[in-house]
């Protein structure tokens, strides 16, 4: 069974930085496309970025130039490096490979 397990979440001022990690078990993970959601309060679910098993990205318009995504094949991980957080980042961040998601973790973006 895969599951997802991820880390870093936090409380974090305007401006400053937060790294996301999930750690993937089962074998699927270096030949699937993965991901990162988030779920503000009173909003939908929304995709913030996926990464190819090849390493190609897609980036909600909202985080780009500001959150890079990465994967280790060889340790089965995903992260989410966040720049720049702005208060409008604040949700709960969903790991996702296809038909699966982490626990979540909070982002809370605040002075």
């Known amino acids: 069974q895969v599951q997802l397990v991820e880390s870093g979440g936090g409380l974090v001022q305007p401006g400053g930085s937060l790294r996301l990690s999930c750690g993937v078990s089962?074998?699927?993970?270096?030949?699937?496309?993965v991901g990162w959601y988030r779920q503000a309060p009173g909003k939908q679910r929304e995709l913030v970025a996926t990464i190819t098993s090849g390493g190609s990205t897609n980036y909600t318009d909202s985080v780009k130039g500001r959150f890079t995504i990465s994967r280790d094949n060889a340790k089965n991980t995903v992260s989410l490096q966040m720049n720049s957080l702005k208060p409008e980042d604040t949700a709960v961040y969903y790991c996702?490979?296809?038909?699966?998601w982490g626990q979540g973790t909070q982002v809370t973006v605040s002075s």
């Open positions: 996702w490979i296809p038909n699966i």
């Open positions: 089962g074998s699927i993970f270096r030949l699937a496309r």
